[in-house]
């Protein structure tokens, strides 16, 4: 089955620094690939998503790439602000199984 | 948007008693629910998925009998944690994707955080 690997487990950016957080994933029949944002105690919110017929796609200060080949995709926050700290979850899916979610990366913007 | 409402948000039980935690799609419908569960400080783990009208599938390591998943209609999963024990502790959250469409996109419940004492 699909295995999801996301680095790094924790980030410390200055804010207006930009964070990147990279996954890796194992089963080449995955084809759609969200990112959460999760706050303490809630749901996991979707921030960004990509689908593997696209390798970038940008939502104001958010923007995902996707190399198939590599089997890996990153997420792009640029100009931090503090309340972009949270843990981020990447996930990956073929589209009718489940999404299988990366360890999550814990994200802190220091103002 | 796909809305998706989990109750109770929030329980604590004695060891040993049932949990029962509700997963509804109130604007779609969902023949597919998948049930998650997270640990403090660590990433969503999926147990099962639930399948209107059949038998949940379970992840390897999910006891079935424990965890009783019932899908008995399109906009209802239900989980109920049976015998309940303090390592049952955990914040449970469910999913559902809409019937026919088959972009992988997921939503989410609000999540029931379980404390068993």
């Known amino acids: 089955g699909e295995n999801v690997e996301q680095h790094p487990s924790t980030l410390s950016v200055q804010e207006g620094d930009s964070a990147v957080i990279k996954c890796t994933y194992s089963?080449?029949?995955?084809?759609?690939f969200p990112w959460y944002k999760q706050e303490l105690g809630k749901r996991p919110q979707l921030i960004i998503d990509?689908?593997?017929?696209?390798g970038e796609k940008k939502d104001q200060r958010i923007a995902v790439t996707l190399n198939k080949t590599a089997k890996h995709f990153s997420l792009h926050i640029t100009e931090t602000q503090p309340e972009d700290s949270a843990v981020y979850f990447c996930?990956?899916?073929?589209?009718?199984?489940?999404?299988?979610f990366g360890k999550g990366t814990r994200l802190s913007v220091i103002a | 948007g796909a809305v998706v409402s989990q109750h109770p948000s929030w329980v604590i039980c004695k060891s040993g008693t049932s949990v029962k935690i509700e997963c509804r799609s109130l604007?779609?419908?969902?023949?597919?629910m998948f049930w998650y569960r997270q640990f403090p400080k660590q990433s969503l783990m999926l147990m099962a998925t639930?399948?209107?009208?059949?038998?949940?599938?379970?992840e390897q390591g999910v006891e079935k009998d424990k965890f009783l998943i019932n899908h008995a209609s399109l906009t209802l999963s239900t989980l109920t944690v049976t015998s309940a024990h303090p390592e049952d502790s955990s914040f449970y959250i469910c999913?559902?994707?809409?019937?026919?469409?088959?972009?992988?996109?997921?939503?989410f419940g609000e999540g029931s955080r379980l404390t068993v004492l």
């Open positions: 990509i689908r593997s017929n696209v």
């Open positions: 996930a990956a899916t073929t589209g009718n199984t489940p999404l299988v």
């Open positions: 604007d779609f419908q969902a023949t597919t």
């Open positions: 639930s399948n209107e009208g059949s038998k949940a599938t379970y």
């Open positions: 089963d080449s029949a995955s084809n759609y």
């Open positions: 999913s559902a994707r809409e019937t026919g469409v088959w972009t992988g996109e997921l939503f």
